[in-house]
C-alpha cells in the first residue's frame, strides 16, 4: 500500500517536472526578429564600414547583403564590410534573412561625407548664333554650398549672362545652368569649368561645348545621370553662380 502511493506520488512528481520545462522554456524565449546595427551610419570617405545583421532567437539559414535598387549579392555572411567608402557607396543597403518559413528584409543608410559629387555631360550642344546653355549637377554630404562656372582666364564675355542661370533641386542635386547669350566659335574652342563647393572642398567638371547645325539638334542634350543617393535636400537659399571664377 504504501510502496503503491510512493510510486503513485513518484509518477505525479514525473509529470510535474517533465511540464514544467517547456513553460520555464517559454517564459525565457525571445521574440525572434531580425537585428541591423548600426541602424545607419555617417562617415567620411575613404573610410571602412561594418554593418551587423542576425536574427533574434534562431541562427538563420540564410542572410544576403544587398544595395537597394541593385541585385548583386555584397556578402551572405552577417557582417558587411565596404573598404574605403567612396560617395558611390552611399544609399541604403538591405539585409535579407531567412529562417525556418520566414524571410525578413531590414534595410539601413550609409551617409558618405567628402566633396561634392558633380555631375552633367561632358559634352553638351549648341548652336552657333543662338542661346546656348552648359548644365551641371552637384550632389553630396554635405550639400554643395556654392557652385562656379569658369571659363579661360579672360574677362568674362557679356553674353554670358551668369545672373540668369537657373539653380533648382533636382533629387537632392543641384542643377546650375550657364546661359551664353548669343553661341560663338570661341564658345566651341574653350571648355567650361563647373565647381561645386562644400565643407570638405571642391569637386571639378569639365564640360565641352559642341556646335549643332540644326536647334532640333538639342535633342541630344541627353539627361543628366544625376546621383539620388542621398535623401538630404540640398539648401538652395546659400546658391549663387560666379563666372569666371577660375
Ligand atoms: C551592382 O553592384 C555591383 C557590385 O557593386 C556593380 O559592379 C554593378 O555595376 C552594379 N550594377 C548597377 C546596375 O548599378
Ligand atoms: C578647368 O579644370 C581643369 C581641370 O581641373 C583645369 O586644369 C583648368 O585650369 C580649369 N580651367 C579654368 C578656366 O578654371
New binding site residues.
Partial sequence: MNSRLSLWSLGIHLVLWYCHLPAEAQVKRVVPGLVVEPRSLDVDVGLDVTFNCKWVGYQPRAVSWTKKGNSTVLSNTNQLHLKSVSQSDAGQYMCKALVPRIIAEKAVTLTVNGPPVVSGDSVQYAVRGETGEVKCYAAGSPPPDRILW????EAVPERYTVEQSKVHTLGGAVLSTLIINSVTEADFQ??F?C?AWNAYGPS?M?IALEETVHSSSFLHVAKACVSDSRSRRADVGGFGAVFGG?
Fill in positions: 569658369a571659363w579661360k582666364d574653350s571648355p569649368n565647381t571639378t569639365t577660375g
